[in-house]
């Protein structure tokens, strides 16, 4: 059974940081490329970053381009992703998943998803 789980949200307060990983077991990451997605209450999921199964290349959306960083241990099975001067709008539950195919923005590319961290940015 390929699962992931996702660890390291939390409370923390704005300009703040943590580091969020990606823990897959029953399937081998090293051929995937990976994406974090997040969703605040009320709002729909969108993309937040996404790295290649090598970790040479890796997608940004805008609103967390300089300040968030996607890397991957593939040897630990794990992506991780680095959230550094944090606002309070980056406040969601933030998930990770496999790419299958197709644009690396819209999840409708990726499949089996985490269950989910939550990250609360105060003000």
């Known amino acids: 059974q390929v699962q992931l789980v996702e660890s390291g949200g939390g409370l923390v307060q704005s300009g703040g940081s943590l580091r969020l990983s990606c823990a897959a077991s029953g399937r081998i990451i090293s051929s995937n490329a990976m994406g974090w997605f997040r969703q605040a209450p009320g709002k729909e999921r969108e993309f937040v970053a996404a790295?290649?199964?090598?970790?040479?290349?890796?997608w940004y959306a805008d609103s967390v381009k300089g300040r968030f960083t996607v890397s991957r241990v593939n040897a630990k099975n794990t992506v991780y992703l680095d959230l550094n001067s944090l606002k309070p709008e980056d406040t969601a539950t933030y998930y990770c998943a496999f790419y299958n195919r197709g644009s690396i923005y819209e999840q409708e590319s990726f499949g089996t998803w985490g269950q989910g961290t939550q990250v609360t940015v105060s003000s």
């Open positions: 790295i290649s199964s090598s970790g040479f290349n890796t």
